[in-house]
């Protein structure tokens, strides 16, 4: 149990970072290694994690959308696999298979959350107005704490009681239809292709497709690593900035330096 009270903190603090600093800890990846360290299996749950970070690589909050909430995805997904005591493919199957449910699930419990803190925000603005300035910090933290608890209670609950009931679901799955977790296995396998998809429709666009050939190029015929193509890529990429930054104040320039065509008649008649 204590291990899930931490795990239960480990994701709150995840969604604080998420609506504050923004540090990267909502990321899969990062929010993973928390669970590692908990746990006590880190090289297990940053494997998870890389596999959903490569899942939902895509998924971002545009406009109104609110997306699957893969905070709580990846910790009870990562929790629960390193508990299952099984080898690496079946743990990432596994965590695959009860993360995207959690997302979904902790995603209707965002959407309730986001309306009903409506109310903290109108008596912060009327605690603001009366100069109660005390209040709206309360009203901001009560706040931050609903956000707080929609991932840390189901993530309680989930590798709480979930951890005593995962053992005889494994042994069950393992001896009784050894084809379900084969399943799990193959669709953990395809996720990755789905994240990187969802991605590529987003950098495929009438000017980001070169960038993606070019990484291609480095990566597979120049044989460059990763860490080499990132820099790379940061180049191009503040190279491609400074361009564009540079064409829209070119206009701007040209308009401040060109001297009117009367201005120049007035003057040939001066001379």
């Not at 979904?104 to 009327?126: P, R, S, Y």
Request: charged fraction near 10%; aromatic fraction near 10%; charge should be negative.
């Amino acid at each position: 149990m204590i291990q899930a009270l931490l795990l239960a903190v480990w994701a709150g603090l995840c969604t604080w970072d998420q609506y504050g600093p923004h540090l990267g800890f909502r990321k899969p990846l990062l929010a993973s290694v928390g669970v590692g360290i908990i746990l006590g299996n880190l090289p297990l749950a940053i494997m998870i994690g890389a596999t959903m970070e490569l899942m939902w690589l895509g998924v971002n909050n545009i406009g109104a959308y609110v997306p699957p909430d893969v905070i709580s995805g990846t910790i009870v997904g990562a929790s629960l696999g390193i508990m299952s005591g099984t080898d690496t493919a079946s743990a990432i199957a596994l965590a695959v298979a009860i993360g995207v449910p959690t997302a979904t699930l902790v995603q209707q419990l965002n959407i309730l959350v986001m309306t009903t803190n409506i109310t903290f925000l109108h008596g912060a603005d009327k605690a603001a107005e009366s100069g109660e300035f005390n209040s709206v910090d309360k009203y901001f933290w009560a706040a931050a704490c609903c956000f707080f608890l929609t991932r840390a209670i189901p993530v309680f609950i989930a590798t709480g009681i979930g951890s005593y009931v995962i053992e005889d679901i494994m042994a069950f799955l393992q001896n009784q239809v050894p084809w379900v977790l084969s399943g799990f296995s193959t669709a953990g396998g395809v996720m990755p292709a789905v994240g990187l998809a969802m991605l590529l429709t987003m950098m495929m666009k009438k000017d980001m497709w070169i960038f993606l050939v070019l990484g291609f190029v480095f990566a597979a015929y120049m044989s460059l690593p990763t860490v080499g193509v990132a820099l790379l890529a940061a180049a191009a990429a503040g190279v491609y900035d400074l361009i564009i930054e540079g064409q829209k104040k070119t206009p701007a320039i040209a308009a401040d330096t060109v001297t009117p065509a009367g201005d120049d008649d007035d003057e040939e008649y001066d001379l």
